[in-house]
């Protein structure tokens, strides 16, 4: 079955870090381009960063220098390194697949609560 597992989230002061995962079963994750999305109540989706199969990165304005995408192959997941929280970052965070740069990304996990306390 194929699956995308979010975890590592929960509750943080501004000014603190977290490391979230996207698990995957199912399929080679790193034959994937993984992105992580976030969505605050009242907002659209908003896409923060995502990965190719070949390690190219990319991220938006909003977290660029404050946050890291990353691969772990061995233990099929990636990760969203995020440092120097913001009250503004609290949301729910999702990771995504798509098999090239022409799809849609899809397969979204079930989410995981970040909350950043001012």
Avoid: H
């Avoid at 192959?73 to 609290?90: F, G, I, R, W």
Wanted: with cysteine; aromatic share 10%.
């Amino acid at each position: 079955q194929v699956q995308l597992v979010e975890s590592g989230g929960g509750l943080v002061q501004a000014g603190g870090s977290l490391t979230l995962s996207c698990a995957a079963s199912g399929f080679t994750l790193s034959n994937y381009y993984v992105a992580w999305v976030r969505q605050a109540p009242g907002n659209q989706r908003e896409l923060l960063a995502d990965i190719s199969s070949g390690g190219l990165i990319n991220y938006a304005g909003s977290v660029k220098g404050r946050f890291t995408i990353f691969r772990d192959n061995a233990k099929n997941e990636v990760y969203l390194q995020m440092n120097s929280l913001k009250p503004e970052d609290t949301a729910v965070y999702y990771c995504g697949r798509r098999r090239r740069l022409q799809d849609q990304y899809r397969d979204w996990g079930r989410g995981t609560q970040v909350t950043v306390s001012s």
